[in-house]
């Protein structure tokens, strides 16, 4: 379902004006993308690319008890995440198991943590958590307390505009507005649409003028000209945060700080290599292996392959012999990079 949103008609003709985007403004930070953008994607991405000035972790859930298992926080040690600046996330709904996860946050030296009150899967929203914590404002405000108290100065949210329409958030910003957030990061969707349809973009700028905190942009960034657009829209916007996106185009945080030279696919080639060669390590087993990198080829294969043939080989491959065949050979036939649709409409209502 393709869901429209609305801003002031002038903006369709500012939004086709390119505005330079000064490196020194613009703060990229790469999404928590549960089983993608985790550790291993981090240090390899970081060693061939550039351009991402922070990383928020995919969600850590909280735990029963005062005693938190190692292997759970093994993907945001600091020791393993040297390269790019990390901010743990956390999901939960209890406010003593959050403090005790904040609280090893911070036994571990962080000092910014997130709280993940966004996450759409519908699990996640019956049970309570994710963006199943918006439409509970007492449960809710006990996790902000303990969040504010636990982590001073550092505590932010990441949040969708609600669960089946896009005003809860609007509704809730009058409590927000009474804690310290370090920042709110929003995703201008609901959690019934999941990752479909449009943004709710008019939605989204009445949540920003109603907000007291520094705003965090995050949805379908795909392309320069959609930052462009949006900071058009809301010239008080310098944060964005970028998942699939980068997935699917990781040259793209140089190309808004103004690299303009030809995408060298070589790069891409390496960082794969290298992504394939860590998972081998530390995954157990050819199966969860390939299901990581076919999630991976997911976002990317439409860049190398007009017709879906890349990605449908590579979701056939049941061996990583096969699968490395399969991206050899698209690689060795130096590939033409097809640009990714934009994410922000130009028309259609949004501008």
């Given at each position: 379902?393709?869901?429209?949103?609305?801003?002031?008609?002038?903006?369709?003709?500012?939004?086709?004006?390119?505005?330079?985007?000064?490196?020194?403004?613009?703060?990229?930070?790469?999404?928590?993308?549960?089983?993608?953008?985790?550790?291993?994607?981090?240090?390899?991405?970081?060693?061939?690319?550039?351009?991402?000035?922070?990383?928020?972790?995919?969600?850590?859930?909280?735990?029963?008890?005062?005693?938190?298992?190692?292997?759970?926080?093994?993907?945001?040690?600091?020791?393993?995440?040297?390269?790019?600046?990390?901010?743990?996330?956390?999901?939960?709904?209890?406010?003593?198991?959050?403090?005790?996860?904040?609280?090893?946050?911070?036994?571990?030296?962080?000092?910014?943590?997130?709280?993940?009150?966004?996450?759409?899967?519908?699990?996640?929203v019956r049970r309570g958590r994710g963006a199943g914590l918006l439409p509970d404002s007492d449960r809710l405000r006990r996790m902000l307390d303990v969040g504010c108290a636990v982590m001073p100065g550092g505590f932010s949210i990441k949040t969708r505009l609600g669960l089946t329409t896009p005003d809860l958030l609007a509704q809730r910003m009058t409590l927000f507005n009474e804690y310290p957030l370090r920042e709110m990061t929003i995703h201008p969707r609901t959690a019934r649409q999941m990752y479909e349809g449009y943004v709710h973009l008019a939605e989204?700028?009445?949540?920003?003028?109603?907000?007291?905190?520094?705003?965090?942009?995050?949805?379908?960034?795909?392309?320069?000209?959609?930052?462009?657009?949006?900071?058009?829209?809301?010239?008080?916007?310098?944060?964005?945060?970028?998942?699939?996106?980068?997935?699917?185009?990781?040259?793209?945080?140089?190309?808004?700080?103004?690299?303009?030279?030809?995408?060298?696919?070589?790069?891409?080639?390496?960082?794969?290599?290298?992504?394939?060669?860590?998972?081998?390590?530390?995954?157990?087993?050819?199966?969860?292996?390939?299901?990581?990198?076919?999630?991976?080829?997911?976002?990317?294969?439409?860049?190398?392959?007009?017709?879906?043939?890349?990605?449908?080989?590579?979701?056939?491959?049941?061996?990583?012999?096969?699968?490395?065949?399969?991206?050899?050979?698209?690689?060795?036939?130096?590939?033409?990079?097809?640009?990714?649709?934009?994410?922000?409409?130009?028309?259609?209502?949004?501008?």
């Amino acid at each position: 379902m393709r869901l429209a949103c609305s801003l002031p008609c002038c903006l369709s003709v500012l939004a086709m004006q390119p505005l330079p985007l000064p490196a020194d403004e613009l703060d990229i930070c790469l999404a928590p993308l549960r089983g993608v953008t985790g550790c291993a994607f981090r240090e390899q991405f970081s060693r061939h690319f550039s351009g991402i000035s922070r990383a928020v972790s995919p969600f850590i859930s909280t735990v029963k008890g005062t005693r938190i298992k190692a292997a759970l926080l093994d993907d945001i040690r600091p020791e393993k995440n040297a390269r790019i600046p990390l901010i743990p996330q956390v999901i939960g709904k209890d406010p003593d198991e959050l403090a005790v996860m904040l609280a090893t946050f911070r036994e571990m030296g962080f000092h910014h943590a997130d709280l993940n009150v966004g996450c759409p899967w519908p699990m996640v929203v019956r049970r309570g958590r994710g963006a199943g914590l918006l439409p509970d404002s007492d449960r809710l405000r006990r996790m902000l307390d303990v969040g504010c108290a636990v982590m001073p100065g550092g505590f932010s949210i990441k949040t969708r505009l609600g669960l089946t329409t896009p005003d809860l958030l609007a509704q809730r910003m009058t409590l927000f507005n009474e804690y310290p957030l370090r920042e709110m990061t929003i995703h201008p969707r609901t959690a019934r649409q999941m990752y479909e349809g449009y943004v709710h973009l008019a939605e989204f700028a009445a949540c920003l003028r109603l907000s007291r905190h520094r705003v965090v942009y995050n949805g379908d960034l795909r392309t320069v000209q959609d930052i462009q657009r949006l900071r058009v829209a809301f010239p008080q916007i310098k944060h964005w945060m970028i998942g699939r996106g980068i997935i699917a185009d990781p040259f793209l945080p140089e190309r808004l700080r103004g690299d303009q030279r030809p995408r060298d696919l070589a790069r891409l080639r390496a960082l794969m290599d290298d992504l394939l060669s860590v998972a081998c390590e530390e995954l157990h087993g050819e199966k969860p292996v390939l299901g990581r990198f076919k999630e991976y080829w997911s976002y990317l294969a439409p860049r190398l392959s007009r017709d879906g043939m890349l990605l449908r080989r590579i979701h056939l491959c049941h061996r990583i012999d096969e699968y490395r065949r399969v991206v050899n050979a698209c690689f060795d036939a130096s590939p033409e990079w097809i640009e990714a649709p934009h994410g922000i409409p130009e028309k259609d209502g949004c501008f």
